[in-house]
T-cell receptor, first 115, second 115 residues
Framework: AQSVTQLGSHVSVSEGALVLLRCNYS??????LFWYVQYPNQGLQLLLK??????LVKGINGFEAEFKKSETSFHLTKPSAHMSDAAEYFC?????????????FGQGTELSVKP | DAGVIQSPRHEVTEMGQEVTLRCKPI?????LFWYRQTMMRGLELLIY????????DSGMPEDRFSAKMPNASFSTLKIQPSEPRDSAVYFC?????????????FGPGTRLTVL
């Protein structure tokens, strides 16, 4: 069975600092991997996705993530945090393609950005 | 496209009352998912449909919860009778089978408060 672990339920950075949100997955088949962002009182919005093409994936708002098979990781980074990045971030892995995209979500990491 | 539409956005009801949450998926999508989000349990998949047929309802917490999808453009999640512990944000999401990444598109959610 597939699973996702997000290390750290809360991460706090200063504005302008590097953002690093950690995600490790387990999967018996090549996975599809996703990062979603949830701003307060809103639904989840796709940040970026890995679909077995390039291992370094660029998303919206300056975020990127690197798929590392050897480490079973898909960490999310942004070189310079902005106040507007404060939100909750979810990593997810997709099960077998023929199951229609059922996603397994991590527990989420809340990102705080200090001025 | 208008995206996934959910109604109502907020619902306040009293314990014992019936609650019906509604969802309109993105046109052409053939998978529909219902999630519940709480502080304690995070994001939980309740049930999902493929071509209007329920595929996996193992996440439905108990018999008080039921979901239907009478056609490709409409789904309901019903709670009868409602209890205070059902208070949560309920999300609907849809996706397209065969899409390369199985990306899910989320609605804005319904915030349910049961008094």
């Amino acid at each position: 069975a597939q699973s996702v672990t997000q290390l750290g339920s809360h991460v706090s950075v200063s504005e302008g600092a590097l953002v690093l949100l950690r995600c490790n997955y387990s999967s018996s088949v090549p996975p599809y991997l996703f990062w979603y962002v949830q701003y307060p009182n809103q639904g989840l919005q796709l940040l970026l996705k890995y679909t077995s093409a390039a291992t370094l994936v660029k998303g919206i708002n300056g975020f990127e993530a690197e798929f590392k098979k050897s480490e079973t990781s898909f960490h999310l980074t942004k070189p310079s945090a902005h106040m507007s990045d404060a939100a909750e971030y979810f990593c997810a892995v997709s099960e077998l393609w023929n199951q229609g995209g059922k996603l397994i979500f991590g527990q989420g990491t809340e990102l705080s950005v200090k001025p | 496209d208008a995206g996934v539409i959910q109604s109502p956005r907020h619902e306040v009801t009293e314990m014992g009352q019936e609650v019906t949450l509604r969802c309109k998926p993105i046109s052409g999508h053939d998978y529909l998912f219902w999630y519940r989000q709480t502080m304690m349990r995070g994001l939980e998949l309740l049930i999902y449909f493929n071509n209007n047929v329920p595929i996996d309802d193992s996440g439905m917490p108990e018999d008080r919860f039921s979901a239907k999808m009478p056609n490709a453009s409409f789904s309901t999640l019903k709670i009868q009778p409602s209890e205070p512990r059902d208070s949560a944000v309920y999300f609907c999401a849809s996706s397209l089978a065969g899409a390369p990444s199985n990306e899910q598109f989320f609605g804005p959610g319904t915030r349910l408060t049961v008094l």
